[in-house]
Nanobody
């Protein structure tokens, strides 16, 4: 069983930055691919970014390319999402997820999910 706890969300002005963290309570964190997803009110969950178990391969949604960066520290069992140039449309609950398979943009390929952290962007 993997428990994921996100942190780092909050209120930020448009153009600002935030760094989300997701701490995993599992001994074999380095064997999991990790992803970030988000869900805005009234909208479906959407993929944001994913990273392979080693950190060597990454994916990101077109809507965040050049603004968001995913990274991980396997020694700390933590995955990060650095967000810059935030826009009002980035406002959502952000979830991290762990996959035993491979890094992917598909939510149904992830096995464990965190509770989410709210990101609010004021215009």
């Amino acid at each position: 069983q993997v428990q994921l706890v996100e942190s780092g969300g909050g209120l930020v002005q448009a153009g600002g930055s935030l760094r989300l963290s997701c701490a995993a309570s599992v001994r074999t964190f380095s064997s999991y691919a990790m992803g970030w997803f988000r869900q805005a009110p009234g909208k479906e969950r959407e993929f944001v970014a994913a990273i392979s178990w080693s950190g060597g391969r990454k994916l990101s949604a077109d809507s965040v390319k050049g603004r968001f960066a995913i990274s991980r520290d396997n020694a700390k069992n933590t995955v990060y999402l650095q967000m810059i140039s935030l826009k009002p449309e980035d406002m959502a609950v952000y979830y991290c997820a762990a996959s035993r398979a491979h890094y992917s943009g598909r939510g149904d390929e992830y096995d464990y999910w965190g509770q989410g952290t709210q990101v609010t962007v004021s215009s």
